[in-house]
């Protein structure tokens, strides 16, 4: 089974969080904060959307940064991920 977003959405898989701090420092699985980073699994097909032409600027592949709060997450298939809007994503990591 596979997400195929819609509209102006898409599919992020979130990248592993930090397990040590710059100085060494290992922390626990509830200190660490959730990465804001993902990789983009799946993009919708644009199009108008709310009466507004919107093109997609990511494609499959990039790792981007989304915001702190945006999306729904989903689990398939024993794989968590996260659908959010394009305007959601603030930058392309390269």
Known sequence: MK???LGDRVV?????AEETTKSGIVL?????????Q??????GPGGVVEGKEVKMEVK?????????Y???EVKLDGE??????????LAIVE
């Open 12 to 16: 992020l898989k979130q990248l592993e």
């Open 70 to 72: 945006a999306g729904t």
């Open 3 to 5: 997400l195929v977003p």
């Open 60 to 68: 499959v592949g990039n790792k981007v940064i989304y915001s702190k």
């Open 38 to 43: 993902a990789e983009v699994i799946a993009v």
């Open 80 to 89: 968590e991920y996260i659908i959010v809007k394009q305007n959601d994503i």
């Open 28 to 36: 626990p699985g509830q200190a660490q904060e959730k990465p804001q």
